[in-house]
């Protein structure tokens, strides 16, 4: 069970210290909780840069990444399968559980984005033209580009299909 600072339509902030309080396991000592914060701050400390989090298994999200990695001259971007531990970690930084690869994660230092929305802020890191497109789309309604990509993610394994293995 997670202590979770509220998300207002899929933008999610870190929350504080004394918020992210998370049980490690069901059989764990109930009274041994996780600063997930703290816990996760080396991956900040000697590269800034974000961290994508993605379905590992996805062909779709496989794709993306590649996609990113293309557009990305600046190597902007740092990338996680959401099933390795570092992932899980950074998924419980994020306030969601360590076994939800239902969405992409855009994980900053002291911010974490998802779904439309982390897709439009990884926009913003890649090159041109991608940060001048998510500009125009950022006015598209959230709960409209939320419906969209939740859509293509609730079918990405029918239509794209999955791997054995992560490929990146």
């Not at 902030?13 to 996780?34: H, M």
């Not at 970690?89 to 984005?113: C, F, N, Q, T």
Request: with cysteine; hydrophobic share 40%; proline share 5%.
């Amino acid at each position: 069970m997670a202590i979770l600072a509220p998300a207002s339509f899929g933008r999610l902030t870190v929350p504080s210290r004394a918020q992210v309080r998370v049980r490690v396991s069901a059989s764990a000592n109930p009274r041994t909780s996780v600063d997930w914060v703290k816990e996760t701050s080396s991956f900040f400390e000697q590269d800034k840069r974000p961290i994508m989090l993605f379905d590992g298994v996805c062909n779709l999200c496989n794709g993306g990444v590649k996609f990113v990695r293309d557009h990305d001259y600046n190597r902007s971007i740092r990338f996680e399968a959401l099933q390795s531990e570092a992932g899980k970690k950074l998924l419980m930084r994020s306030g969601r559980a360590p076994d939800d690869i239902s969405s992409v994660v855009l994980v900053e230092k002291d911010r974490s984005y998802i779904k439309s929305e982390a897709v439009l802020k990884i926009m913003k890191y890649i090159d041109l033209p991608f940060p001048q497109l998510a500009f125009f789309l950022q006015f598209a309604p959230l709960f409209v580009r939320d419906f969209l990509y939740e859509n293509v993610a609730n079918n990405r394994y029918a239509m794209f299909g999955r791997s054995d293995s992560c490929e990146i």
